[in-house]
Structures are given as C-alpha cells and as structure tokens.
Nanobody
C-alpha cells in the first residue's frame, strides 16, 4: 500500500503557473508508475500525465508542451509543473500510484483544487 498527499493547488490567472507536489509514503522506486489525473466540473476523471519506470512519460494532448511531470526520488515526491494555464485546466487534480505485484492496484491522493481565472 501507499499513501499519497498532494499540495500546491490554488487560484491563478490564465497564463500563470502552478506546481503540484505529491508525496508518497514509500519509495517511489517501488511503485510501477505514478501520475496525475484531473476531474473537471461535470466531467469524468482523466489522465493528465504519467511517469513509469525509466522515466518514461506520457501526457494528455491537451497539456503537451505546457505541463511537465517529474520526480525527486530522494523525497519520494512527484511533481506536476503547469505553465500557460487556461481556464479549462480548472479541476481537482489527483495523484495516482500504480503498483503491480500479482494484481494491479491503484492508489489515489485526496486531490487538490486548481482554479484558473480568465
């Protein structure tokens, strides 16, 4: 199991930047993949960015070139740097950890609100 705690959300004007942090309760070396998802008002939760072993990253088309996922293994922390924010980026952002042993388990943080004003 792993507990995830997000921080860094807030209110920002369009064009601004925010950095989200997700601290894991165990070494992220032991986690198969970590990522960020978001849930916009009235929408289903969607993938934003993921990072798997070897630093392989994947981004939603809507955030490519604007968002960057990274990690600090010594701090068991994954970041999401969000630049050139748009009002449509307004959502609750969730950190995800996927651990695959015999079965695959997904773990989620509590979410952090990001609001982008126009």
């Amino acid at each position: 199991q792993v507990q995830l705690v997000e921080s860094g959300g807030g209110l920002v004007q369009a064009g601004g930047s925010l950095r989200l942090s997700c601290v894991a309760s165990r070494s992220i070396f032991s986690i198969n993949a970590m990522g960020w998802y978001r849930q916009r008002p009235g929408k289903q939760r969607e993938l934003v960015a993921t990072m798997a072993g070897g630093g392989i990253t994947n981004y939603a088309d809507s955030v490519k070139g604007r968002f960057t996922i990274s990690s600090d293994n010594a701090k068991n922390t994954v970041y999401l740097q969000m630049n050139s924010l748009k009002p449509e980026d307004t959502a609750v952002y969730y950190c995800n950890a996927r651990i695959a042993v015999i079965t695959t388990e997904d773990y989620w943080g509590q979410g952090t609100q990001v609001t982008v004003s126009s």
